[in-house]
């Protein structure tokens, strides 16, 4: 069993008499590893390293940091294959789903690395004679990257590659569930020889590592992704030292399928909006609105669809989702199926747990679910498709924008004017029209409401690993 250790200034640190953290496979409940259970003087020790090693880096020319990011994303490339098995063994990912994902940390970082050259300032005409206003583009400091379990690859690429690139340092701390291949990543900046201190690794609660990293004064922005309440800890802890925040919360998108749309192509893309990654993503398509004119079509074409997925060993190719992460997980997915019975949906596939080792569940389609219901209106992560009727466009769009979320939506329809009208009424950060919820690198990932602050992913997530310096100069001619 792999026993991990803290990374901090470029040293894997012994675990002496620390606390171990066991880290399970849900698809065998199986203990595979153990991480240390960091202190509040590990992680002001990583937040010092940071900081320090931070001065020297901002002054590295961002082209020199981008071939460190190059170097980085060879090793990954590399090591595809232990990370995708690290991966689907730590939280349950079909093993295919863990191979993109090992592929995109690897493309992630070789993107932002492209966008060294992009960082710029602007010269701002002066009211005063003899003087010029220069606005820099300069490193933020030390960021704090606070990671989810569902995506533990791909969330290593960002917050750690923009970061980098923008001469800041980073302190990563990987969610409990699924730590193991956050320390791969250690291994790899250790390996290429990467500046101590520019990145660093500290696992274990978020009450100690999670509020140290947010609570401490030589933090100088927390991007955080994972739900709302933790999120509003955070806001609270940085408010003290009015740290900024870049905060990817939690989601309850809608899916609207039109009267007109493609309906083999919108079962498909709900499918794999829902379902990928066993449900367990933030912007997976969750409540979806059929209009009536096609509901009774498109709930028997789901339902035959779900039927015939498969949920078992991840490490099979054949099956269509892995487990849930964990039991505590599992349950919460499971409440939510019973509150959707006792209110008076109607669950046409699966709705139980899969008997046996792993926290597994049927993929679960519930249909003639009222808007109201607690399946509609709390957040889903897991393999379970909620669908409620509509008649009109007007009451789709009430509907959808009816949440306290706001991350992703999507419409489906063949029509130019409703799809016009779906881009710039439903009020969400992100708007997916015929085709599955899923961002693209060059994009922007940001949510409204209590879905988040900031975003990630293209040239503006880089802007928030940058804060802007203005310079007043006035100069003698002659």
């Known amino acids: 069993m792999k026993q991990y250790q803290l990374y901090i200034n470029g040293e894997f640190l012994d675990n002496g008499d620390r606390e171990m953290l066991d880290v399970v496979n849900p698809a065998t409940e199986e203990v595979i590893s153990q991480v240390p259970k960091a202190t509040e003087e590990d992680v002001a020790a990583a937040v010092d390293a940071a900081y320090e090693a931070q001065k020297a880096w901002g002054k590295v020319p961002a082209i020199e940091r981008a071939e460190w990011l190059n170097k980085l994303a060879d090793k990954v490339d590399e090591n595809r294959e232990l990370f995708a098995q690290t991966n689907t063994a730590e939280m349950g990912k079909r093993i295919n789903e863990s191979r993109d994902e090992a592929t995109w940390l690897g493309v992630y970082l070789r993107y932002y690395a492209s966008l060294a050259r992009t960082i710029k300032g602007e010269i701002i005409t002066s009211d005063s004679p003899n003087e010029n206003i220069f606005l820099y583009k300069k490193p933020i400091g030390v960021c704090a990257g606070i990671m989810p379990w569902n995506f533990p690859l791909f969330l290593i690429g960002r917050k750690v590659a923009p970061a980098l690139v923008c001469g800041d340092t980073v302190v990563l701390k990987p969610s409990s569930d699924s730590p193991n291949g956050c320390f791969e990543f250690a291994k790899l900046c250790d390996e290429i020889g990467l500046p101590k201190g520019v990145v660093n690794v500290v696992s274990g609660s978020g009450a100690v590592v999670g509020n140290g990293l947010s609570a401490n004064p030589k933090v100088a922005m927390v991007s955080m992704t994972g739900s709302t309440p933790v999120g509003k800890q955070i806001m609270k802890n940085c408010a003290e030292n009015v740290t900024k925040v870049s905060l990817e919360l939690g ?17 498909e893309n709900c499918f794999n909006s829902r379902y990928y990654n066993c449900g367990e993503v933030c912007n997976a398509a969750e409540r979806v609105y059929v209009q009536a004119g096609i509901y009774d079509e498109f709930v028997a074409k789901m339902t035959e669809r779900v039927a015939a997925a498969k949920a078992g060993d991840p490490l099979d190719e054949s099956v269509d989702m892995g487990p849930m992460v964990n039991a505590k997980q599992r349950e919460i997915v499971l409440d939510l199926i019973q509150s959707a019975r006792d209110e008076g949906a109607k669950i046409v596939v699966g709705g139980n747990a899969i008997e046996g080792k792993g926290y597994f569940i049927e993929p679960t389609l519930i249909v003639d679910c009222d808007h109201d219901m607690r399946i509609m209106r709390e957040e889903i992560f897991g393999p379970v498709m909620a669908v409620s009727k509509f008649e009109t466009l007007d009451e789709a769009i009430e509907k959808a924008n009816d949440t306290n979320y706001g991350l992703t939506s999507s419409i489906h329809t063949t029509d130019f004017d409703t799809a016009m009208r779906g881009l710039n009424e439903i009020n969400f950060g992100e708007i997916y029209v015929n085709r599955h919820h899923f961002e693209a690198f060059q ?16 040239e503006h997530g880089l802007e928030e690993f940058l804060e802007t310096h203005i310079a007043y100069v006035d100069y003698k001619l002659g």
């Open 251 to 267: 989601g309850n998108a809608p899916f609207i399928a039109m009267d007109d749309c493609d309906l083999d192509a919108t079962i």
């Open 443 to 458: 994009g922007f990932h940001a949510g409204v409401r209590q879905s988040g602050l900031g975003g990630d992913d293209g």
